[in-house]
DNA sequence: CGAGGCATGTAACGAGTTACATGATTGC
DNA sequence: GCAATCATGTAACTCGTTACATGCCTCG
C-alpha cells in the first residue's frame, strides 16, 4: 500500500500525468522505492475506477496526448488514512544483505572478504552520490528528510561492514541457525 | 531470488521436511524475511522440478507423511552463485517508512509527533526484544552477525527518530519535492 | 535521418498473499 | 472432548516485472 500512498500523496502536492509522476520517481525518488511505469500506469487505471483520482485528456499541439489526474475527495481521505499508518507503523525492515550473511561460512574467507569488499567500495559510492544530492536540499524540507534518513542507515550498513571484515581476519565462524531445532525436539524425539 | 538463497542455504546446512523449514523461518529468522508457508511449500516444489533438490517421503508412526530435502549437485551450485551475489551486490534499500516521512507536512504537528512517537516506542520495543535474542547467540556465528547487523539499523532507525523529533517542534517545513519538475522543464515550457 | 525522449499502454508471466481443506496426533 | 500443533497443500487473487507496441516530436 505504500505505492498507492506515494501516488496520492505526490498528486495531492500538485496533478499531474502519468509520465510526469514516473519521471518523478524513477529520477528524483529512485532511492525510496523503483516502481516502474507500467504498474504506475495499471495502478493509476485501479485509483480511478475506485473513485479516488479522476483522469482529465489533455493535449498540447501534436504531442501525445495526456490524461491529468487530481485526487477526488475519496482519494485524499484515502491518503490521510494511508499516511496516518504509514506513520505509526514501525515497518518490519527485512535486509537481503542478511540472508547472505547467514551463510558466510559456506564460503572460503579470502572470497567472502573479496565480495564483501566489493560491496562496501559500492555503498561508500553511493553514500558520496547521496551527500550530493542531500547537499541540493534545505534543511527541514521534507525531501531532505528522506535522504538523510536514507543517509544514516547506509552509514550504518558501512560501519557494519568495517566491523564485519575486521572480525572475519580471526576466526573461522561455525554455524549455529539450526541449533533450534536440535533444542526444540531433543527432549521429544531425534530430528533427521 | 533470496528466498530461493535461503532455502538452498538452509537445505545445505542439513536436511529437511518442508514443514521444518517452514517453522525455522517463522520463529527463528522472521527478522530475514516472512516467506509464507504456501510460498515456501510451492518454491519447494519448482526446485524439486529444476533439479536443484530431491524429495524422499517419510513417516514417523501415524503422523502425517514428511517429505524430506535434499540439495542436488546443482542445487550445491545454484546455492553459490546465489550466496556470490548477495555478498556482492549492495542491496538497493528502500525503506517504506520514507514515503510517509516525504508528506510530513501534510499533516498537523501535532498529529504528525504523536503518530511518529508511537512508532519510536515499538522501535524502542523490538530493540530490546532483539538484544535479547542476540545475547543467546556466541560472537562470531553467522546468526550473531545478522541480529547484530539488523541492531545497528534499528538503533539508527530509533536515533533518526529522536532527531527528527526535536526537529518538528521548532519550525513548519514546506514541501520542495515537486521542485525539480519546475527546474526542468522552466525554460521550454509553463508545466500545468 | 536516426537516436532518444515523450506518452500511453498491452500481454504474458512470476512471486507472494489470504483463505480454505484435510486429517492425524498431542496436551489440557 | 476441544484446541493447538503437525504436515501438506489448492484456489483465487493482487502486485509487480519484462518485453513489446505505437506514434509523434526534437535535436544533432
Not at 91 to 105: Q, R, S
Request: net charge negative.
Amino acid at each position: 500500500m505504500d505505492h498507492e500512498l506515494l501516488v496520492l500523496g505526490l498528486l495531492k502536492l500538485r496533478d499531474m500525468h502519468g509520465y510526469q509522476l514516473g519521471d518523478l520517481i524513477d529520477k528524483r525518488l529512485n532511492y525510496l522505492t523503483d516502481l516502474k511505469k507500467p504498474t504506475l500506469y495499471s495502478m493509476l487505471n485501479r485509483l480511478q475506477s475506485d473513485g479516488l483520482v479522476t483522469k482529465t485528456v489533455s493535449r498540447e499541439g501534436h504531442r501525445p496526448e495526456r490524461y491529468t489526474y487530481s485526487l477526488t475527495t475519496a482519494g485524499e481521505a484515502r491518503f490521510v488514512d494511508l499516511l496516518r499508518d504509514n506513520l505509526k507503523q514501525p515497518h518490519m525492515l527485512h535486509l537481503n544483505d542478511d540472508i547472505g550473511l547467514l551463510f558466510l561460512n559456506e564460503l572460503e574467507t579470502a572470497q567472502a572478504q573479496e565480495y564483501l569488499q566489493e560491496k562496501l567500495v559500492a555503498i561508500r559510492q553511493r553514500i558520496t552520490e547521496m551527500q550530493h544530492q542531500l547537499a541540493l536540499h534545505e534543511r527541514d524540507t521534507p525531501a531532505y528528510y528522506t535522504l538523510r534518513h536514507h543517509l544514516i542507515h547506509m552509514e550504518a550498513d558501512r560501519a557494519w561492514l568495517d566491523e564485519l571484515k575486521g572480525q572475519l581476519k580471526h576466526k573461522r565462524v561455525q554455524s549455529d541457525i539450526l541449533q533450534c531445532l536440535d533444542e526444540t525436539h531433543a527432549d521429544s524425539r531425534q530430528n533427521e
